[in-house]
Nanobody, 115 residues
Framework: VQLVESGGGLVQPGGSLRLSCAAS????????MSWFRQAPGKERELVAT????????DYASSVKGRFTISRDNAENTGYLQMNSLKPEDTAVYYC?????????WGQGTLVTVSS
């Protein structure tokens, strides 16, 4: 089981980024997927979750209306589209899938929102 995030970087406030999470080693389409983030000195927090089929999703109140979670099961990839970014969105972003009751995490990708 492997999850690999990409797409992070430095962006100005108000800008956009799209993160990707490439999955391998398991049947990606069979599991819900989540994005978490961890800012310096803070606990890791849930950002968004999407069902295995992609037909339902949920968001933290802090990102609702600005972030969109999606997935392409044919490509074994999940996404997090982030718009209207704020400095407080600065964090390492991780994707997570619980496979056979074991939480699997990627290595994370750093998003820095700064002018």
């Amino acid at each position: 089981v492997q999850l690999v995030e990409s797409g992070g970087g430095l962006v100005q406030p108000g800008g956009s980024l799209r993160l990707s999470c490439a999955a391998s080693g398991f049947t990606f389409s069979g599991y819900a997927m989540s994005w978490f983030r961890q800012a310096p000195g803070k606990e890791r927090e849930l950002v968004a979750t999407i069902s295995s089929t992609g037909d339902s999703s949920d968001y933290a109140s802090s990102v609702k209306g600005r972030f969109t979670i999606s997935r392409d099961n044919a490509e074994n990839t999940g996404y997090l589209q982030m718009n209207s970014l704020k400095p407080e969105d600065t964090a390492v972003y991780y994707c997570k899938v619980v496979v056979r009751y074991i939480a699997r995490w990627g290595q994370g990708t750093l998003v820095t929102v700064s002018s």
